[in-house]
T-cell receptor, first 113, second 111 residues
Framework: KQEVTQIPAALSVPEGENLVLNCSFTDSAIYNLQWFRQDPGKGLTSLLLIQSSQREQTSGRLNASLDKSSGRSTLYIAASQPGDSATYLC????????????FGTGTQLKVEL | EPEVTQTPSHQVTQMGQEVILRCVPISNHLYFYWYRQILGQKVEFLVSFYNNEISEKSEIFDDQFSVERPDGSNFTLKIRSTKLEDSAMYFCASIYHNEAFFGQGTRLTVV
């Protein structure tokens, strides 16, 4: 059964700092991994989708990496801003295929002025 | 930009009542999902729907739950007799090229 863990659970940084969020998964037989952002009481916004054949994916100040063999992904946020404050979730497909996702518990990020 | 739309944004219902949560997926997407998130917990898969029928469901999705796509656009989740523990955020999602797109959710409060 696929299990997804995210570390740290919460993070508070000053504005401008570069930071890394971590995601680990137990079953490396995945074909993609997706990072989401969730604002309090709101839905999930897709940030990046990394296919299993890729090692990195970039969008603006965000860069996500994927190491299937070690069961890890990282989300790098450059030059953090207060508007980046949110919970960041990673998700991978269930073991056995299909598109249904298993989510981590998330990292709650606060970027302070 | 196309988006998944959910209504209502918040629903309060009495225990034992039926609720219907509505979703309009992105047009031309073929795979639809419902997930839920109990406050402070992980987002959990409930059910997937393809070609007008359920393709997979979780243990959570018992006989009290049902889904349908009555008119080719709306995608609904019905809970027949709500329980206190059904209180959660319910998210609709659709998949395109393996990327999941989520709606803003419906916050269901059962009192």
């Amino acid at each position: 059964k696929q299990e997804v863990t995210q570390i740290p659970a919460a993070l508070s940084v000053p504005e401008g700092e570069n930071l890394v969020l971590n995601c680990s998964f137990t079953d490396s037989a995945i074909y993609n991994l997706q990072w989401f952002r969730q604002d309090p009481g709101k839905g999930l916004t897709s940030l990046l989708l990394i296919q299993s054949s890729q090692r990195e994916q970039t969008s603006g100040r965000l860069n996500a990496s994927l190491d299937k063999s070690s069961g890890r992904s990282t989300l790098y946020i450059a030059a953090s801003q207060p508007g980046d404050s949110a919970t960041y979730l990673c998700a991978v497909p269930f073991t056995g295929g299909g598109n249904k996702l298993t989510f981590g518990t998330g990292t709650q990020l606060k970027v302070e002025l | 930009e196309p988006e998944v739309t959910q209504t209502p944004s918040h629903q309060v219902t009495q225990m034992g009542q039926e609720v219907i949560l509505r979703c309009v997926p992105i047009s031309n997407h073929l795979y639809f999902y419902w997930y839920r998130q109990i406050l402070g917990q992980k987002v959990e898969f409930l059910v997937s729907f393809y070609n007008n029928e359920i393709s997979e469901k979780s243990e959570i999705f018992d006989d009290q739950f049902s889904v349908e796509r009555p008119d080719g656009s709306n995608f609904t989740l019905k809970i027949r007799s709500t329980k206190l523990e059904d209180s959660a955020m319910y998210f609709c999602a659709s998949i395109y090229h393996n990327e999941a797109f989520f709606g803003q959710g419906t916050r269901l409060t059962v009192v």
